[in-house]
């Protein structure tokens, strides 16, 4: 019975083990929570709405840079190991990104609780990890999602970037005021550096990098710098601060049961070595 517990209990504490390491290293997902007609993520950001404090314009970029860096920031990464001129490493970001991702509206490819959404932004990883370079599927999103994709994989390619919020529409600005071809080279209020940020457009295909659509050349909108986003409301638990500490906590129980057990084992084994068994009485004297 003592084998069969101990055999059972050294499982479990291996299935624990791997439970820990699978925990760190999982596929990245998000919860999503409705309120008020409103679908909001781990970090409280509304996901259907690009303004206010909750809004997802900046805010979303902040899940994928820093601390909360994954896949779209190490894309970022290997083009910068892979590129030693940053005009050329700026170029072939672009091309990538318009390789493998798709326009598309959100009514026709988002569903939450099988509702169509008429808004919605995915973070840059969200993003990432739905393209496959292995089978040719592509991720499709708009153009809020497109532009967070980039700003990410810019900023872990070294190059400064800026989200921007124009009329009825979202793109990217990285500063590069060494690239030649560009059409405008922007002045970002409050930068200090003059003019020197270009434009990037990924919703389509063959869009240059540095070119501005016309419909945005008077300059009518915002930009905001990723270096100035600070988190927007509560940051979910981590994985280090919640999903570890159970199976930490449960591998320590385990671990001191199994101590108590063999403590107990060898006491018993103890007890049973000293016990005194007093000597047998001797034999009756023979008859006369």
Same mark, same amino acid.
């Given at each position: 019975?003592?084998?069969? =517990?101990?055999?059972?209990?050294?499982?479990? *504490?291996?299935?624990?083990? @791997?439970?820990?390491?699978?925990?760190?290293?999982?596929?990245?997902? !998000?919860?999503?929570? =409705?309120?008020?007609?409103?679908?909001?993520?781990?970090?409280?950001?509304?996901?259907?709405?690009?303004?206010?404090?909750?809004?997802? *314009?900046?805010?979303?970029?902040?899940?994928?840079?820093?601390?909360?860096?994954?896949? /779209?920031?190490?894309?970022? %990464?290997?083009?910068?190991?892979?590129?030693? !001129?940053?005009?050329?490493?700026?170029?072939?970001?672009?091309?990538?990104?318009?390789? $493998?991702? %798709?326009?598309?509206?959100? %009514?026709?490819?988002?569903?939450?609780?099988?509702?169509?959404?008429?808004?919605?932004? $995915?973070?840059?990883?969200?993003?990432?990890?739905?393209?496959?370079?292995?089978?040719?599927?592509?991720?499709?999103?708009?153009?809020?999602?497109? /532009?967070?994709?980039?700003?990410?994989?810019?900023?872990?390619?070294?190059?400064?970037?800026?989200? #921007?919020? /124009?009329?009825?529409?979202?793109?990217?600005?990285? $500063?590069?005021?060494?690239?030649?071809?560009? &059409?405008?080279?922007?002045?970002?209020?409050?930068?200090?550096?003059?003019?020197?940020?270009?434009?990037?457009?990924?919703?389509?295909?063959?869009?240059?990098?540095? $070119?501005?659509?016309?419909?945005?050349?008077?300059?009518?909108? !915002?930009?905001?710098?990723?270096? &100035?986003?600070?988190?927007?409301?509560?940051?979910?638990?981590?994985?280090?601060? @919640?999903?570890?500490?159970?199976?930490?906590?449960? #591998?320590?129980?385990?671990?001191? #049961?199994?101590?108590?057990?063999?403590?107990?084992?060898?006491?018993?084994?103890?007890?049973?070595?000293?016990?005194?068994?007093?000597?047998?009485?001797?034999?009756?004297?023979?008859?006369?």
């Amino acid at each position: 019975m003592l084998k069969t =517990q101990k055999g059972f209990l050294i499982l479990l *504490l291996i299935c624990l083990f @791997f439970m820990s390491f699978s925990s760190c290293y999982g596929f990245p997902s !998000s919860e999503y929570t =409705q309120k008020s007609g409103y679908w909001y993520d781990d970090w409280d950001i509304n996901r259907n709405n690009y303004s206010g404090r909750n809004g997802y *314009l900046p805010n979303l970029a902040y899940e994928t840079l820093g601390d909360n860096k994954d896949l /779209a920031f190490r894309i970022g %990464e290997s083009f910068l190991n892979r590129y030693v !001129s940053k005009t050329e490493r700026a170029t072939a970001i672009l091309n990538y990104v318009q390789t $493998w991702t %798709e326009y598309g509206y959100d %009514e026709e490819n988002v569903f939450m609780n099988g509702e169509p959404q008429d808004e919605w932004a $995915w973070n840059a990883d969200e993003t990432a990890y739905r393209f496959n370079e292995n089978t040719g599927v592509v991720a499709i999103g708009d153009c809020e999602d497109l /532009a967070f994709l980039c700003a990410t994989i810019y900023t872990g390619a070294g190059i400064e970037a800026a989200i #921007v919020d /124009a009329p009825g529409h979202v793109a990217l600005l990285i $500063w590069l005021p060494e690239y030649a071809n560009a &059409d405008s080279y922007w002045d970002i209020p409050d930068d200090n550096r003059g003019s020197g940020w270009i434009w990037v457009e990924a919703t389509g295909g063959s869009n240059p990098l540095g $070119w501005t659509p016309p419909d945005y050349d008077d300059g009518n909108w !915002s930009a905001y710098t990723i270096g &100035d986003i600070e988190p927007i409301g509560d940051e979910p638990v981590s994985q280090t601060d @919640f999903d570890l500490i159970l199976p930490i906590i449960a #591998v320590g129980v385990i671990m001191l #049961v199994l101590l108590l057990a063999s403590k107990s084992r060898s006491k018993q084994k103890r007890n049973y070595q000293n016990t005194y068994y007093p000597p047998p009485p001797p034999p009756p004297p023979p008859p006369y």
